[in-house]
C-alpha cells in the first residue's frame, strides 16, 4: 500500500508570494491533516478534512486555508507568505470509522517551505 | 484541554545502554496514547500505541511504552539502544472520540554515542 505522499517536498518563495501543497493519503483513508512543523513551536495542528469538509481547525490565521477533493487528496494553501511561515508542513491520513476520531496517523515526508 | 510535556529536550545514551524518554499528559478523559519517531528530513513515523487493555505496549523495533494513569506519564523504553535509534521522539494524545486532534509534546532529541 502506497503510503501519504506530498508534494512538492522542498519549495522556495519571497514574503507576500502564496503557496499551495498536496497531499495524497493512503488509499481508502479518508481523513487528511496538516501540521506545521518548526524549531520554535514544534508541531501545530492546522486542520483536518473529512470527505471534503473541514471538521477541525488549528489556531491559525485566515491566510491559512486548505480543502479537500473527492478523492480524498488535499491541498492546503497560504496567502500572503510572511517569514515565520518557513517551515516543515507534514500531512497525515487516517482510516477510521465514520464519525469516529481514533485512529493513528499516518504521515507523509512533508514539504519544507522557506519563506525568503 | 490536552497537552503533552516532554520533559527531556534532548538525551545522549550510549549504544547498548538502555533508553527511557519521558512523557506526562494531560488530558480529561480517558486518552488516547502515541509515541512517534522522526527521522532527519523525513515524516513521523508511529512507534507504538495505547487506548485500552494492557497498560504495557510494545512497538516496533524494539519499544516499549507503559501507561500509568496515577502518574499521567507513558514513558518509552527500550532495553538496548542501536545507533540507527537517533532521532527526535514524540508523545501525542488524543481523543478515544470526538473530533479532536492529536497533540504533540516538543519532542525529545536523541544522540547515541558508539
Known amino acids: 500500500k502506497a503510503g501519504v505522499t506530498q508534494t512538492p517536498r522542498y519549495l522556495i518563495k519571497t514574503r507576500g508570494q502564496q503557496v499551495t501543497l498536496s497531499c495524497s493519503p493512503i488509499?481508502?483513508?479518508?481523513?487528511v491533516s496538516w501540521y506545521q512543523q518548526t524549531p520554535g513551536q514544534g508541531l501545530q495542528f492546522l486542520f483536518e478534512?473529512?470527505?471534503?469538509?473541514?471538521?477541525n481547525k488549528g489556531n491559525f490565521p485566515g491566510r491559512f486555508s486548505g480543502r479537500q477533493f473527492s478523492n480524498s487528496r488535499s491541498e492546503m494553501n497560504v496567502s500572503t507568505l510572511e517569514l515565520g511561515d518557513s517551515a516543515l508542513y507534514l500531512c497525515a491520513s487516517k482510516g477510521q470509522l465514520a464519525g469516529d476520531s481514533t485512529g493513528e496517523l499516518f504521515f507523509g515526508e512533508g514539504s519544507r517551505l522557506t519563506v525568503l | 484541554a490536552q497537552s503533552v510535556t516532554q520533559p527531556d529536550i534532548h538525551i545522549t545514551v550510549s549504544e547498548g545502554a538502555s533508553l527511557e524518554l519521558r512523557c506526562n499528559y494531560s488530558?480529561?478523559?480517558?486518552?488516547?496514547l502515541f509515541w512517534y519517531v522522526q527521522s532527519p528530513g523525513q515524516g513521523l513515523q508511529l512507534l507504538l500505541k495505547?487506548?485500552?487493555?494492557?497498560?504495557l505496549v510494545q512497538g516496533i523495533k524494539g519499544f516499549e511504552a507503559e501507561f500509568k494513569r496515577s502518574q499521567s506519564s507513558f514513558n518509552l523504553r527500550k532495553p538496548s539502544v542501536h545507533w540507527s535509534d537517533a532521532a527526535e521522539y514524540f508523545c501525542a494524545v488524543g481523543a478515544l472520540t470526538g473530533r479532536r486532534a492529536l497533540t504533540f509534546g516538543s519532542g525529545t532529541r536523541l544522540q547515541v554515542q558508539p
Open positions: 488530558y480529561g478523559a480517558t486518552p488516547y
Open positions: 488509499s481508502g483513508h479518508r481523513s
Open positions: 478534512y473529512f470527505s471534503e469538509t473541514q471538521r
Open positions: 495505547y487506548f485500552s487493555g494492557d497498560t
